[in-house]
């Protein structure tokens, strides 16, 4: 069984930035790819970002691109996503995911993922 950890949100003035962290647990963890999902309040969940946990490949959001980086410690088993200019807009539960069985094909496809972590608050003011 994975378990996945998300920490660092907060409340953030608009302009400002927040780090990310989804560390990853469990029994001989390996993954293919691990990503950033959001779900902004009363919308439905929205991919974010994406890293290939090999090559260290990366997709984005167009909203996003530019202002977030996507990252990873291999050794720690973690993911992390920098997000900086943050705006309201940005305000939204964040999750990350894993597909530990390399059966992802389009990183955006939430449907695709084996394993969910649990979600962190980040709420953006003017």
């Known amino acids: 069984q994975v378990q996945l950890v998300e920490s660092g949100g907060g409340l953030v003035q608009a302009g400002g930035s927040l780090r990310l962290s989804c560390a990853a647990s469990g029994r001989a963890f390996s993954t293919y790819l691990m990503a950033w999902f959001r779900q902004p309040p009363g919308k439905e969940r929205e991919f974010v970002a994406a890293?290939?946990?090999?090559?260290?490949?990366?997709w984005y959001a167009d909203s996003v691109k530019g202002r977030f980086t996507v990252s990873r410690d291999s050794a720690e088993n973690t993911l992390y996503l920098q997000m900086n200019s943050l705006k309201p807009d940005d305000t939204a539960v964040y999750y990350c995911?894993?597909?530990?069985?390399?059966?992802?094909?389009?990183?955006?496809?939430?449907?695709?993922?084996?394993?969910w972590g649990r979600g962190t608050q980040v709420t953006v003011s003017l």
């Open positions: 995911a894993t597909d530990t069985k390399g059966t992802v094909s389009v990183p955006a496809r939430s449907y695709e993922y084996d394993y």
């Open positions: 890293l290939g946990w090999i090559l260290g490949n990366t």
